[in-house]
């Protein structure tokens, strides 16, 4: 796999690349010194293609000048004779036709930050508009305001020479150029305590993705002629669109590609277009822009797009790396409007997750790009997406998380989800899950989804980079192929064993159903005893309805407010002293409320004002007590009143018969008779088995009934260890304590 690993000078390059930011110091910080090394290394990539044609550009171009303007090339077929300089097979606009390259640019130190500007203004504009995205002009001036300019770019084109380093395409190729990227975007994010998870994903973890995605499609992807799109709709520095191509390429190099994708990050777009610029792939595909969108934004004038960049496009395979738990509040109009107006006919149809984590939002977004197969000759498309493990379980039945991994699960569309190491990652040591889903799943696959445990399939690296401790090897990859494309109930692995020495088993298989379940809400009758007590009496003064009392609801008119204050008082003294009056006259405990009512509703009567509902609530409330033994309290239809301190929800597995998809509505409410209808069985056995023997007069509040889903990928690899024996655990702390006795003695 050493396509798919950093440079073999990858260390160097970073310690001479570092040294040299490091004369920045003083005019940046050195979190900031991200804004002008990362445009120089793809200054240097650009250079390093177009400097040999220096002369040659810059002569076409000023011999175009030089003619009259009606006579001179339309603008396009200028851009395609200036590119074929390089070459006449290239594709995509490249060029620079200030007669300036890096070399050049150092042998004028007085004229330093011009030069540098016009050598930038000289790019093709696809290219000026990378360095636009760095705001590298800014940079320019601020270095040349310090006098630094012309030091930095001597250090930096000579140290890499002095040290027999390149940073050209031929020198280092794209993958291991994304290497560098990310491991230089690490280093800088780490002197700000920023994270990198936006950026990048291990470029092994990708191949995994891909080798994966591919698999089911392999034989199809040999054959002559084919063409295919891949979009990443969070695609960074394109990590996932390079390599994805590199793996097609490596068993089809005449197949046609084309890539999509939109990013954010100013920075991140950059490098990205950089990339495929550099590849002569059409950077255009890619979108500055908002993937999920942002209302009424403001026009920068740098291009940003607020919405979807690609609105109606639909793409064979999709990829992508969502940032973990990140807020979604900057889009928050903009999905609610989306998903509360257009519904299933949008992108967010079945519901929003929590405003803390945006994930699951990606995935709904990559779900409605799907090429349909009935549309498609039979092709769809298939999806490969990195979660932390809150998608697969956070959120109760009927919220926004669980009902769209039901949507996922009830429409079959996901296909597996692999458990990848810990400490897999640049920025976080957290467990990782990839999400494989198809919209064409092979016959052995539909109606089920496979779990994969990959959390032992790693090596330990040589040198950690931030948090990342382990890697996925070459034959990690394989093995996790392997075990997927077997598709295998108790599948195991042909590299790791289990504690006993065998196998470990890494695959197993469920029915969609084993994912779905019933929350019902138990409901026990509510049982009170009354007593007019002194004591009881006095629990009224902390009922929110009888403090309001003495309360004025006028803002103004002070002698208005404090006549209400007053009145409110009297009629509070009122309530108590008809309340001591009646405990006076029945002293007894009742348990059942119609009768206390029976006692303390005429005395209340005879008040000279109404009392209203609220606080006649807050009486019976004070009065009253939970008692075990009193009388069910009812309601006006003779119904017994629920308690709301003895409800208790209980989840019940969904049958493995149950047809899917439900005709339940994702409000969870819409067809809930119907619902109810085919589920009332399996309800009612379970109450009787679970409940009923507990708690005789429970029963289920049926419109409180909702449907979850969940995917406990750890309790289905659980294997439960017995605890060591008494006597070993005994053993083992007398032998420390007699080892720490004689280092004890040692000391004396």
């Not at 390599?243 to 991140?268: D, P, T």
Request: glycine share 6%; proline share 5%; charged share 25%.
């Amino acid at each position: 796999m050493n396509n798919t690993r950093p440079h073999p000078h990858h260390s160097k390059l970073v310690s001479v690349l570092w040294n040299i930011a490091d004369g920045l110091r003083g005019t940046y910080r050195p979190p900031q010194y991200r804004r002008v090394m990362l445009p120089l290394v793809v200054l240097s990539r650009f250079d390093a293609i177009l400097s040999r044609h220096t002369d040659a550009m810059k002569a076409r171009f000023d011999e175009e000048q030089a003619k009259p303007e009606g006579k001179r090339l339309p603008p396009r077929l200028l851009d395609k004779v200036l590119t074929q300089i390089i070459g006449s097979s290239r594709k995509e606009v490249l060029y620079n036709v200030s007669g300036f390259n890096l070399t050049r640019l150092l042998d004028d130190a007085d004229h330093i930050a011009a030069n540098l500007s016009l050598y930038i203004q000289g790019f093709s504009p696809k290219a000026r508009d990378i360095f636009d995205k760095f705001e590298f002009d800014n940079e320019i001036n601020k270095l040349d305001e310090s006098n630094r300019l012309f030091q930095i770019l001597k250090n930096f084109v000579g140290d890499l020479k002095k040290e027999g380093l390149a940073l050209s395409p031929e020198a280092i190729s794209n993958t291991q150029m994304g290497y560098l990227f990310e491991e230089l975007i690490r280093k800088f994010n780490e002197q700000a305590n920023e994270e990198a998870g936006d950026h990048f994903t291990p470029r092994e973890v990708i191949e995994l993705m891909v080798n994966i995605v591919f698999n089911e499609d392999h034989q199809e992807l040999k054959k002559e002629a084919v063409y295919r799109t891949i979009y990443d709709p969070t695609c960074g520095t394109g990590g996932m669109l390079s390599e994805s191509e590199k793996h097609l390429k490596s068993y089809n190099n005449a197949i046609k590609l084309g890539l999509y994708g939109q990013e954010y990050n100013n920075e991140s777009y950059a490098i990205c277009c950089a990339d495929l610029l550099i590849k002569d792939e059409p950077a255009a595909n890619i979108i500055f822009g908002d993937t999920l969108g942002v209302k009424n934004a403001k026009d920068k004038g740098n291009g940003f797009t607020p919405h979807d960049g690609h609105p109606h496009q639909r793409f064979d395979y999709m990829f992508a790396n969502p940032p973990f738990g990140v807020k979604w509040e900057n889009q928050k109009e903009f999905v609610e409007n989306e998903h509360s107006n257009e519904g299933f006919k949008g992108r967010f149809g079945a519901g929003l997750p929590r405003i803390n984590d945006g994930s699951l939002l990606f995935l709904q977004h990559m779900i409605s790009k799907m090429k349909q197969p009935e549309e498609n000759d039979g092709q769809g498309s298939r999806i490969a997406v990195v979660f932390n493990g809150s998608p697969l379980f956070t959120g109760d039945a009927g919220s926004g998380e669980s009902n769209i991994r039901r949507f996922c699960i009830e429409n079959d569309l996901l296909e597996a989800v692999i458990a990848l190491p810990d400490q897999m990652f640049y920025n976080t040591g957290i467990y990782t899950y990839i999400w494989i889903l198809s919209n064409k799943k092979s016959p052995e696959r539909q109606g089920k989804i496979q779990l994969i445990d990959a959390t032992a399939h790693y090596q330990k690296m040589a040198k950690s980079l931030g948090n990342k401790r382990n890697e996925l090897a070459n034959a990690h990859i394989d093995d996790l192929t392997q075990i997927y494309a077997g598709f295998k109930q108790n599948g195991s692995s042909t590299l790791i064993t289990d504690k006993n020495g065998a196998s470990k088993v890494c695959s197993k298989i469920f029915d969609n159903q084993t994912f779905g379940y019933l929350k019902i809400t138990v409901e026990r009758p509510l049982r009170l005893n009354f007593h007019i007590t002194p004591e009881r009496i006095k629990r009224l003064h902390a009922q929110s309805a009888f403090i309001n009392l003495a309360k004025s609801k006028k803002i103004k008119h002070a002698e208005q407010i404090s006549a209400d204050i007053k009145q409110g008082e009297a009629a509070q003294q009122a309530i108590i002293c008809a309340l001591n009056a009646l405990g006076q006259q029945e002293s007894q405990l009742f348990q059942n409320r119609k009768a206390f009512l029976k006692v303390l509703d005429p005395a209340l009567k005879k008040l000279d004002f109404a009392i209203t509902a609220p606080v006649k609530k807050a009486i019976i409330e004070a009065l009253s007590e939970r008692d075990a033994e009193a009388d069910i309290c009812r309601d006006n239809k003779g119904k017994p009143e629920p308690d709301s301190q003895l409800r208790d929800s209980e989840l019940i597995p969904m049958p493995s018969e149950t047809p899917l998809p439900l005709t339940l509505g994702y409000d969870n409410q819409t067809h809930l008779t119907d619902l109810l209808d085919e589920m009332r069985p399996t309800i009612h056995a379970y109450m009787q088995a679970e409940v009923l023997p507990h708690a005789a007069d429970a029963w289920v509040d049926e419109d409180k009934t909702k449907i979850g889903y969940e995917i406990p990928i750890n309790r289905h690899f659980y294997i439960y260890e017995p605890p060591r024996p008494l006597a070993d655990i005994k053993a083992d702390i007398v032998a420390l304590e007699q080892e720490i006795m004689q280092m004890l003695g040692r000391l004396s």
